[in-house]
């Protein structure tokens, strides 16, 4: 079935890889991104391997608070900040600009031209980034939750930003071909929202900062449309572009495309009042900010159908393709994470769940499970292009795969579970509150281990990636590297 | 399975100019250099199925919802609303008035009673008493300056002698902060208290007194009665 359709789009459409010029002019724009796109990746890699030393000592710390106490620089609410800044700031925004600025310069069929400044804005962003982390480690956080890299490294990255984003947004002004795809619209929407959000969030809270709980909302704002009007429309993009490229298949419906896009970027904007629920802050802002939390249910079940009926009849190749079982993996979770996070914003639910490790499984929810796991996936698909080589080890991606879903699993149901028995204690007045700190604990344990599954899954990705970058065998044309053997694209 | 076979998808006509020109690079290393390539399937398109109906009644649902649930907690969209079940005018509840033997009240059971004891009864030798005393009832400028710069050195009251150090409780260095109304407060709820009787001290009168004193270190007890000598 799955032949059928592909063979119609070949037909549809005179842009297509069964000509060798298109393959030429894909290569030829693999080739401009090469260097750059490798440099965030390898960036992103030791990020993530930094900001999961941090979560490790992090998680550890939450139920054994003994755990490394004579350091000072390593108390947990310094470590916390870190492991978030090393992940935000240091792995999920090096890939995105890895995947997104290759997805984009595809899409718009054009070569990156003068990458060198990619380097430059590159290198300026890292070392902001570990100045930053480095800067929280030392007890100069601001202490503004998402914001807290002291103040003086902020224009640095966000001027490193500007430039990384201004080649995303140049590629789409000199795009060639009639149509623009879904993914681009995502990309380009994420590119100026970013900057938006960041500098606005820095101006009010920390170069000029508004009075009262202005500050809180504007925090709230940031943190959440971080999630929501930055990862979340990047990693879509990336859903929306292997899915049907891994497949061979167009996707589903373009009408539900437009939906999904336009709801999003229409609602997303209002929902992170709902952090605020309760809080001193006039009420109708309060509830719009649920009102449009629940809305998202309307972007959410839009593309959540429109990936589905792609995906339908070919399940066997999402399975083998590493690509598309992580990105596959990432688009199920955010149907999930999305809709318990919309129940999460009703006042009713919100009065157990607020200020509990629910949150904090919900938070990774999204960030791992959802945009992590796509990103995994996307540079699955990257790298052999980038590269001409193919993974070395399907044993390591299969590790990968497992330690990253039983870990992200084991968190999310341990601290939901863990978080929502926490906040009803926590409305019982009858119980101490010692108690309800003790009755996280088992939970708290089942974190830790998580974490652990979740490095080693990132050690095995890590091993699997410098290999390819630096193989001791030459590249060899067995096939794609496949997790059952059998013939797929990757 | 033919759309899986990678090499069978790129045969093109044999007449063709690529076909021609394709001699060159027949070499099988180039083409296994370029297979990650070679492989790929299209880019990708876009089909254009409608949008099932169902999604239409769900998001109209959605959408009432919203506009209800919006409407209901919306607090007449003021600004000085904060409870999701106020609404309209009855909303702006009147700030209640200063209660300043409650506050007092208040105030003295966090910070006073540990030393002074729940009813003001003190602990013979260590802590004078509120209770019966001029210390409390008599000068009002004295018990405020007590209160907000602190007392050292030996005094007597009700026959006992004490000699502790009283902490400062005004903004001064090494204070604790207090402002003046909640001085005022419980300075007027000890000397209301328990049995004593004396007139209130108001907010004013605090400020009044410590804006002529300044900021100074804590009063001496000969000192302080020199100034405001008791009257027995």
């Keep these: 079935m799955s032949n059928t359709v592909a063979a119609t789009s070949v037909q549809e459409t005179p842009y297509t890889t069964a000509n060798p010029g298109v393959v030429t002019e894909l290569s030829r724009i693999d080739r401009s991104m090469r260097g750059a796109a490798i440099f965030f990746l390898i960036s992103s890699v030791l990020w993530l391997l930094i900001g999961s030393a941090l979560a490790i000592i992090a998680a550890l710390k939450a139920h054994t608070p003994d755990f490394l106490g004579a350091y000072e620089t390593l108390t947990f609410g310094r470590v916390r900040s870190a492991h978030l800044n090393a992940m935000v700031f240091g792995w999920s925004n090096n890939a995105i600009f890895a995947v997104g600025l290759w997805m984009m310069a595809r899409l718009c069929r054009n070569e990156v031209r003068h990458h060198g400044m990619l380097y430059i804005a590159g290198a300026l962003w890292n070392i902001a980034t570990t100045i930053g982390i480095a800067g929280i480690l030392l007890g100069h956080s601001t202490s503004i939750e998402w914001l807290e890299m002291p103040k003086n490294v902020t224009p640095v990255l966000a001027l490193s930003y500007a430039l990384i984003g201004a080649w995303g947004i140049l590629a789409f002004r000199f795009r060639r071909g009639e149509h623009v795809y879904v993914s681009q619209w995502y990309i380009l929407a994420a590119l100026f929202w970013f900057p938006w959000l960041y500098t606005i969030a820095q101006m009010m809270i920390v170069w000029f900062p508004a009075r009262g709980t202005v500050q809180a909302i504007t925090n709230w704002w940031f943190a959440h449309n971080v999630l929501g009007l930055w990862f979340t429309p990047m990693a879509l993009a990336a859903a929306y572009y292997f899915i049907p490229k891994v497949l061979g298949k167009p996707i589903h419906s373009y009408y539900l495309s437009v939906l999904g896009f336009w709801s999003l970027a229409l609602f997303y904007n209002w929902a992170g009042v709902h952090h605020l629920i309760g809080g001193p802050i006039p009420v109708w802002l309060i509830s719009a900010g649920i009102v449009a939390s629940v809305m998202m249910v309307i972007p959410v079940i839009v593309t959540a159908i429109n990936h589905h009926m792609t995906v339908v009849g070919s399940f066997g190749a999402v399975w083998r393709s590493p690509t598309l079982r992580f990105i596959v993996f990432g688009a199920i979770s955010y149907t999930a994470v999305s809709l318990i996070g919309s129940a999460m914003a009703l006042r009713s639910v919100n009065v157990v769940t607020h200020f509990t490790h629910f949150t904090v499984g919900h938070a990774h929810h999204g960030v791992y499970a959802f945009f992590t796991m796509i990103m995994f996936g996307s540079i699955y698909f990257m790298m052999p292009r980038l590269l001409y080589r193919e993974w070395p080890s399907a044993t390591l991606i299969r590790v990968h795969f497992w330690c990253c879903a039983l870990g992200i699993g084991i968190m999310v149901v341990g601290l939901h579970v863990g978080g929502w028995i926490q906040g009803m204690m926590m409305n019982n007045p009858d119980i101490a509150f010692i108690d309800t700190v003790i009755a996280t604990v088992p939970w708290l344990y089942s974190r830790s281990v998580s974490g652990l599954l979740l490095t080693i899954g990132h050690i095995a990705f890590a091993l699997n990636f410098f290999w390819m970058i630096f193989p001791r065998r030459s590249a060899s044309a067995a096939g794609p590297t496949l997790l059952d053997g059998k013939e797929v694209s990757a | ?232």
């Design chain 2, 1 to 232: 399975m033919s759309e899986d076979n990678p090499k069978a998808k790129h045969q093109p006509h044999p007449d063709s100019r690529e076909s021609l020109e394709k001699a060159g690079y027949q070499d099988k290393q180039i083409q296994d250099v370029h297979a990650q390539l070679m492989r790929e399937k299209d880019e990708p398109t876009e089909g254009f199925s409608p949008v099932p109906l169902f999604t239409l009644f769900l998001f109209a649902i959605i959408v009432f919802w919203g506009g209800v649930y919006f409407t209901k907690y919306s607090g007449d969209f003021r600004w000085d609303v904060y409870d999701p079940h106020q609404r309209g005018e009855s909303a702006v509840a009147e700030a209640p008035a200063f209660d300043p033997i409650a506050r007092g009240s208040r105030v003295y059971r966090n910070r006073c009673a540990q030393c002074h004891q729940a009813e003001g009864q003190g602990v013979a030798g260590v802590y004078p008493p509120l209770v019966g005393t001029e210390w409390v009832t008599g000068s009002d400028e004295r018990l405020i300056k007590i209160l907000l710069h602190g007392l050292e050195g030996e005094i007597v009251v009700r026959g006992n002698t004490y000699n502790g150090a009283m902490p400062a409780f005004g903004p001064g260095p090494g204070g604790l902060n207090i402002g003046d109304r909640d001085i005022g407060a419980v300075a007027t709820f000890i000397r209301q208290a328990w049995g004593n009787n004396a007139e209130a001290i108001s907010e004013e009168r605090v400020f009044e007194v410590r804006e002529a004193i300044g900021n100074r270190g804590p009063w001496d007890g000969s000192e302080l009665l020199g100034l405001h000598p008791l009257s027995k």
